[in-house]
């Protein structure tokens, strides 16, 4: 018989889910930064519009890292929260010095991709072992997600 947690989950495919979500978490905090580089650094004629955009997205980020270092928390786990653990556990590129319109927002679209190839595997995971807390919390994450690169796609005049 499984060994459950206090949740009624399994111990064993949460701890998996916990290293995931941890890897998540660090790849949402690159993501982030990212985002505040490229509002920061923008230049151009389309500066106004990209500059509250980038604002806009980062805002988003930064509660999505908060749920996830939660979720973590609610499955017994413990959220990464070092810079040294970011840098280790993080599966995005990181944008330096951008300020042309079109990398940036190539960059989030990179990113975006990115944190959908981390996010698929943990929804499969958390409906595996019924999970209904993260995957739900992964599922909006990831129709957001594949609306804003649709959108990102769309200004950068990419079919998808």
Same mark, same amino acid.
Request: charge should be negative; aromatic fraction near 8%; hydrophobic fraction near 40%.
């Given at each position: ?14 701890? &998996? !889910? ?21 509002? /920061? ?19 988003? &980020? ?6 996830? &270092? ?22 995005? &590129? ?33 409906? !595996? ?25 769309? /200004? ?5």
């Amino acid at each position: 018989m499984k060994k459950m947690n206090f949740l009624g989950l399994p111990t064993e495919q949460c701890e &998996a !889910e916990i290293a995931q979500l941890n890897v998540l978490l660090a790849s949402f905090q690159t993501y982030y930064q990212n985002l505040r580089g490229i509002h /920061w650094n923008i230049r151009g004629k389309r500066f106004f519009d990209l500059h509250v955009k980038f604002e806009e997205l980062y805002n988003d &980020a930064q509660l999505k890292i908060d749920l996830i &270092a939660e979720r973590i928390l609610t499955i017994g786990g413990q959220p990464l929260h070092t810079f040294e653990d970011y840098l280790k556990h993080n599966a995005l &590129a990181v944008g330096k010095a951008i300020s042309e319109d079109e990398k940036a927002i190539q960059l989030i679209v990179s990113s975006l991709a990115g944190l959908l190839e981390l996010e698929r595997p943990l929804l499969q995971l958390s409906g !595996e072992i019924n999970d209904e807390g993260t995957n739900s919390m992964i599922s909006d994450f990831i129709s957001e997600q594949e609306k804003t690169i649709w959108m990102m796609k769309a /200004w950068l005049e990419e079919s998808l």
